[in-house]
């Protein structure tokens, strides 16, 4: 038995099918994974992303801290209230122990990281904070409801407080703001996961699961983690496990723009590894792979180029519901002839080799094909 968020009656109350995801008993869908994926893209839907870690940073060395503990440099986040700013948390060799973002909420900082890496993230966050005059405190507390599609803030607004909507309108593209909800601190930020416009709703856990109910009522769908995984993989986004991971750096697995490498004199865990990975030569790059043909790519699966005995792999791969076809994202080795949108490669199925083509990592974004 996993750990449950507290709408985990709720899934069942509404047919959800429940499994384990990273140690806690999240709903894979409610009946159909590919008519949630078609709602979101078409009007909008709903997700229970309560099992990711929320941890707030206070302290007179927050900043200091966060910049020698994220790749990305905080101090972006300077005088802009309520920005977020995505992150990998790099151990010494530059692998990632986790993705993240980051809020500034002032004189501190809002951290939501993933469910499945809690406990190790957790255990390195306070490791690092020994040498820092902060304190972190898990926010169990609170709930966490991704709201996401074309019509998900229009709903969303009608059922929030006059002050909460009138946040909402302001709210920029990854931006976070709290707002007095029911007589409590909510916290949106528009933000999420799917290639669509939405919200990423903090609130407290006695609080979700009226919420959760009152946006079914208004229309929004229920989506589980297949619906999830199907559109971030159009949206052409990283999960943690598969894209990158403690032995993959950012620079092979597309997150190069997350690495603040000014100023010069901020050091950060990692640096020295990067700095040496770039030096040398980058090795592998992420890209994006199309199949036009029936077949899905799955992740695992070999990639065949020409000209190189190495071979690349599939990270993830699916069929897309957008677009009617199944699409990847794809490590490949840099070679001479480096793999390019427009280029072809090969991926081994079933002990056939299947040409695919080699497009931008990123296959739909607002429900509208990139590729």
């Given at each position: 038995?996993?750990?449950?968020?507290?709408?985990?009656?709720?899934?069942?109350?509404?047919?959800?099918?429940?499994?384990?995801?990273?140690?806690?008993?999240?709903?894979?869908?409610?009946?159909?994974?590919?008519?949630?994926h078609h709602k979101v893209r078409q009007h909008a839907g709903m997700f229970d992303v309560s099992h990711m870690t929320v941890v707030d940073v206070t302290g007179s060395d927050a900043k200091a801290y966060l910049q020698y503990l994220l790749a990305n440099d905080v101090a972006k986040l300077d005088n802009l209230v309520?920005?977020?700013?995505?992150?990998?948390?790099?151990?010494?060799?530059?692998?990632?122990?986790?993705?993240?973002?980051?809020?500034?909420?002032?004189?501190?900082y809002r951290v939501v990281v993933n469910?499945?890496?809690?406990?190790?993230?957790?255990?390195?966050?306070?490791?690092?904070?020994?040498?820092?005059?902060?304190?972190?405190?898990?926010?169990?507390?609170?709930?966490?409801?991704?709201?996401?599609?074309?019509?998900?803030?229009?709903?969303?607004?009608?059922?929030?407080?006059?002050?909460?909507?009138?946040?909402?309108?302001?709210?920029?593209?990854?931006?976070?703001?709290?707002?007095?909800?029911?007589?409590?601190?909510?916290?949106?930020?528009?933000?999420?996961?799917?290639?669509?416009?939405?919200?990423e709703i903090m609130l407290p856990n006695e609080q979700a699961g009226t919420f959760w109910q009152a946006l079914a009522a208004a229309g929004v769908a229920p989506c589980g983690l297949g619906a999830r995984d199907t559109l971030r993989l159009e949206a052409g986004m990283n999960l943690y496990g598969h894209e990158m991971d403690e032995n993959i750096s950012p620079l092979a697995a597309n997150m190069g723009w997350t690495i603040a490498w000014q100023p010069e004199a901020r050091?950060?865990?990692?640096?020295?590894?990067?700095?040496?990975?770039?030096?040398?030569?980058?090795?592998h790059k992420l890209v994006g792979l199309v199949l036009r043909e029936r077949g899905v790519l799955r992740a695992e699966q070999l990639v065949h180029i020409a000209n190189s005995d190495e071979r690349g792999v599939i990270t993830s791969g699916t069929f897309s519901p957008s677009l009617g076809y199944s699409i990847a994202l794809a490590r490949v080795p840099v070679t001479q002839v480096p793999l390019t949108p427009g280029a072809q490669c090969q991926v081994e199925m079933r002990g056939k080799l299947v040409t695919v083509d080699v497009v931008a990592p990123g296959f739909v974004r607002q429900g509208k094909a990139l590729v």
């Open positions: 038995m996993g750990n449950k968020t507290a709408l985990y009656d709720i899934h069942q109350s509404m047919g959800g099918k429940i499994v384990d995801f990273g140690g806690w008993d999240m709903p894979l869908h409610y009946g159909s994974q590919i008519d949630e309520g920005k977020a700013l995505y992150s990998g948390m790099l151990n010494e060799q530059g692998g990632v122990i986790d993705d993240l973002i980051v809020y500034n909420m002032g004189d501190w469910c499945s890496t809690r406990e190790k993230d957790l255990a390195w966050m306070s490791q690092v904070a020994n040498n820092y005059q902060v304190k972190l405190q898990e926010r169990a507390d609170l709930a966490m409801i991704a709201v996401q599609g074309p019509q998900a803030i229009a709903i969303t607004k009608t059922l929030v407080s006059a002050e909460a909507a009138t946040l909402i309108d302001n709210l920029q593209v990854f931006q976070g703001l709290a707002s007095t909800q029911q007589g409590s601190d909510w916290f949106f930020g528009r933000t999420g996961y799917t290639g669509e416009d939405g919200l050091n950060f865990i990692g640096r020295a590894a990067l700095t040496a990975e770039k030096s040398a030569g980058q090795r």
